[in-house]
């Protein structure tokens, strides 16, 4: 069974960074498109960024100067890198992936979550 383990999530200050981790099983990552998404309490889950197959991301407004996604084939493992973090990033984060070779909007493998949260 396909799976996807986030990490990396935590407590940091406004202005400051933090990286996630998704480690997705071999069966899954080659050739697949990735994101991640995130959901705050009372609001809907938002696509934050997403990595193609071929390596061409995209971002959500908000996010966009702050947030990177990447990807390294060889251990199966995506990242999200936030700088500059803000008390509206603080949120559930979930990675994605789906074996089509651009996320669809309804991927077919997710994390379970890892928490974001941003003190003011």
């Given at each position: 069974q396909a799976q996807l383990v986030e990490s990396g999530g935590g407590l940091v200050q406004t202005?400051?960074?933090?990286?996630?981790?998704?480690?997705?099983?071999?069966?899954?990552?080659?050739?697949?498109?990735?994101?991640?998404y995130r959901q705050?309490?009372?609001?809907?889950?938002?696509?934050?960024?997403?990595?193609?197959?071929?390596?061409?991301?995209?971002y959500a407004e908000s996010v966009k100067g702050r947030f990177t996604i990447s990807?390294?084939?060889?251990?199966?493992?995506?990242?999200?890198?936030?700088?500059?973090l803000k008390p509206e990033d603080t949120a559930v984060y979930y990675c994605v992936a789906?074996?089509?070779?651009?996320?669809p909007v309804d991927p077919a493998y997710w994390g379970q979550g890892t928490q974001v949260t941003v003190s003011s």
């Open positions: 202005g400051g960074s933090l990286r996630l981790s998704c480690a997705a099983s071999g069966s899954i990552f080659n050739g697949v498109s990735m994101g991640w705050a309490p009372g609001k809907q889950r938002e696509l934050v960024a997403s990595i193609d197959s071929y390596g061409s991301t995209n990807r390294d084939n060889a251990k199966s493992t995506a990242y999200l890198q936030m700088n500059s789906d074996r089509r070779w651009r996320l």
